[in-house]
């Protein structure tokens, strides 16, 4: 059974603090990917790692950052958090191979005080 | 940049009726076309898939269709149950460049019972 999984299901933390998402997958996916997730915006990608060391930016990569030292982990960090990044984060994985679908994990509901 | 639109936003219907959902995209590398679904509380998880050099694909209620000129793919559920009452979203992912995926906004259907 594949697995991604994230480490928190919810997450408060306080305005200004650094966040960091985590997330590990099972897989020996060489693309990762991070999501916000927001009503009526769908998922909108923050950014995405395509091999070790690698990262590109999605479309709303401001105010974060991600680190991927290990194949299977995928980070996403808030360097300083905000209200606006309240929102719900997923993570995904997939295989470099053609045709082939996303994994999700559980996301994070993070919310910022 | 890329993006990918995706009406109605709201479906509703009655059991036993149709239900579609049309995207367009905007990027011409894009390859390949999955549509997952999200039910409340869970995770996105892919219900069927179409490539690039194909134009129709059916999976017993689902299908898909595809006009690459065109740059429209789209969800048909025939003989809607209420189980079928999720968040549905499309997404087009590019060939080169880390396979980036976009998705839509996400299309909430309500099947009535």
């Known amino acids: 059974d594949v697995k991604v999984t994230q480490s928190s299901r919810y997450l408060v933390k306080r305005t200004g603090e650094k966040v960091f998402l985590e997330c590990v997958q099972d897989m020996d996916h060489e693309n990762m990917f991070w999501y916000r997730q927001d009503p009526g915006l769908g998922l909108r990608l923050i950014y995405f790692?395509?091999?070790?060391?690698?990262?590109e930016k999605g479309d709303i990569p401001e105010g974060y950052s991600v680190s991927r030292e290990k194949k299977e982990r995928f980070s996403l960090i808030l360097e300083s958090a905000s209200t606006n990044q309240t929102s719900m984060y997923l993570c995904a994985s997939s295989s470099r191979a053609p045709n082939t679908e996303a994994f999700f994990g559980q996301g994070t509901r993070l919310t910022v005080v | 940049g890329e993006n990918v639109e995706q009406h109605p936003s709201t479906l509703s219907v009655q059991e036993g009726d149709s239900a579609v959902i049309k995207c367009t995209y905007s990027d011409s590398a894009s390859n390949y076309f999955p549509w997952y679904k999200q039910e409340l509380g869970k995770r996105p998880q892919l219900i069927i898939d179409?490539?690039?050099?194909?134009g129709e694909k059916k999976d017993q209620r689902i299908a898909v269709t595809l006009n690459k000129t065109a740059k429209h793919f789209s969800l048909h559920i025939t003989e809607t149950q209420p189980e079928d009452s999720a968040v549905y979203f499309c997404a087009a992912r590019r060939r080169t460049g880390g396979f980036k995926t976009i998705f839509g906004a996400g299309t909430r259907l309500f099947v009535k019972a």
């Open positions: 790692s395509y091999d070790v060391k690698m990262k």
């Open positions: 179409i490539r690039s050099n194909v």
